[in-house]
């Protein structure tokens, strides 16, 4: 059983149009971050959220942090195919280790 | 910054043998670095915590006979599959902690195909 669940698992869309990935779990985290992972590399961090209610913007991406610091989403604006990849998030619930969510396997089609 | 390396970044060995993987913090100290396993299209599995000058604590369920890891500096830390065996391929990714939140920043993983 996963700490933090993430939905959906995949995600299908054509270039253009906008998505969001959600990242839920029933614990507190002090701070949640999002990773982006293409095949074959490591994750690269994209963004830490730690306020409740903390929203950022990265470009096209804008990651939310619920009031509660329990939940997180991530949406995309007009995709584009370079935006394919492998998306995680992680949360740190008062430990020195990450919690990750399953991952969301991103393809957005041009 | 926060650049981490791994090497190698390949690595095809025969059952029996064992394979030493390395991973550097290339522009600041990691007190504590991370080792992870990836199987296809799934999410990281923590295998251990690499401390500098002190043991590593493994997560439940890793023979730490088995996956030796030496954290030698504050910026190298080394993970060695003794024996490996074809159900120890995988990607191995590992990671430096740093920063106020507990940001992690990933090497580029080694992928171990033993054959």
């Known amino acids: 059983t996963q700490l933090l669940e993430q939905s959906p698992q995949f995600l299908s869309i054509q270039e253009g149009e906008n998505l969001t990935v959600y990242c839920n779990s029933s614990?507190?985290?002090?701070?949640l971050q999002w990773y982006r992972q293409e095949p074959g590399e490591g994750p690269v961090l994209l963004v830490t959220?730690?306020?409740?209610?903390e929203v950022k913007k990265l470009k096209r991406l804008t990651f939310q942090f619920g009031d509660a610091r329990k939940d997180s989403s991530l949406h995309i604006t007009a995709a584009q195919p370079g935006d394919t990849g492998l998306y995680l998030c992680?949360?740190?619930?008062?430990?020195?280790?990450?919690?990750f969510g399953a991952g969301t396997t991103v393809t957005v089609r041009a | 910054g926060a650049v981490v390396s791994q090497h190698p970044s390949r690595v095809i060995c025969k059952s029996g043998t064992s394979v030493k993987i390395e991973c550097r913090s290339l522009?600041?100290?990691?007190?504590?670095m991370f080792w992870y396993r990836q199987f296809p299209k799934q999410s990281l599995m923590l295998m251990a915590t690499?401390?500098?000058?002190?043991?590593?604590?493994?997560e439940q369920g890793v023979e730490k006979d088995k996956f030796l890891i030496n954290h030698a500096s504050l910026t190298l830390s080394t993970l060695t599959v003794t024996s490996a065996h074809p159900e120890d391929s995988s990607f191995y990714i590992c990671?430096?902690?740093?920063?106020?939140?507990?940001?992690?920043?990933f090497g580029p993983g080694t992928r171990l195909t033993v054959l």
């Open positions: 990671s430096a902690g740093t920063g106020s939140y507990n940001e992690q920043f």
């Open positions: 614990s507190v985290f002090s701070s």
């Open positions: 959220v730690v306020t409740g209610g």
């Open positions: 992680a949360g740190d619930n008062y430990d020195y280790k990450l919690s």
């Open positions: 522009d600041f100290q990691a007190t504590t």
């Open positions: 690499s401390n500098e000058g002190s043991k590593a604590t493994y």
